[in-house]
Each structure stands twice: as C-alpha cells, then as structure tokens.
C-alpha cells in the first residue's frame, strides 16, 4: 500500500518558520517528481513548488525566496522549508506524486497519482 504522509505544521506567527515533511511507504519515488500543494478554505489546491527526480526545484511566484523544497532519496522524503511566513500562507499543505516517471510536475492536481492527507499551517498575523 502506497503512502504519502505529511507532517510537520502547525500554528506560527508572521515571519516565523515551519519545516514540512512528506515520508513515502509502499513504493519508492526517486525518479517521480514530488510537489507540494496547499489548499486554503473555499479554494482550490494551488501548486507550491515542485522538486524533480533531478533535484531541479521550481515555486510558485508568491513564494520564491522564502520556500524551499528538498529530497532525501535514501530516507524516501520530501521537506518543505518555509520562512518569512505570512498569514496568506495559511492553508492544509499536501504532498503529491507525479503520475509517471522521468517527468516533470505540473500545477494539475489530476495529474498526480499519490497524495497525502494533508497537515495544517496556521500564521498568525
């Protein structure tokens, strides 16, 4: 069984930090792109950035500078740093797999296979 879960939110002030993870179980994704999504109240899921299986990494205007999404291959893990965090940033942060291999994410959430259930980040203004 194929496992995405995130881990790592939590409720922080304006300007403060948080460090996501995602670990993997059931399969490996060393060769998947990974991305980070986020889904605030009565919207829709909005890329944040995605790490390829090259490690080449590529975010969203809104949070360039201030996030950064990294690999650990050997441990099966996706991180997600976050500084500078604004109270726009609130939202449930999810982990996603690219449906197939040797290629690059794209902002559709359709088009990822595995998904994790999610972890909150609250910042407070």
């Known amino acids: 069984q194929v496992q995405l879960v995130e881990s790592g939110g939590g409720l922080v002030q304006a300007g403060g930090s948080l460090r996501l993870s995602c670990a993997a179980s059931g399969r490996t994704f060393n060769w998947y792109s990974m991305s980070w999504f986020r889904q605030a109240p009565g919207k829709g899921r909005e890329l944040v950035g995605t790490?390829?299986?090259?490690?080449?990494?590529d975010y969203v205007d809104s949070v360039k500078g201030r996030f950064a999404i990294s690999r650990d291959n050997a441990k099966n893990t996706v991180s997600l740093q976050m500084n500078s965090l604004k109270p726009e940033d609130t939202a449930v942060y999810l982990c996603a797999a690219y449906q197939k291999p040797y290629s690059g994410g794209t902002s559709n959430p359709d088009e990822y296979a595995y998904w994790g259930q999610g972890t909150q980040v609250t910042v407070s203004s």
């Open positions: 790490i390829s299986w090259t490690y080449s990494t």
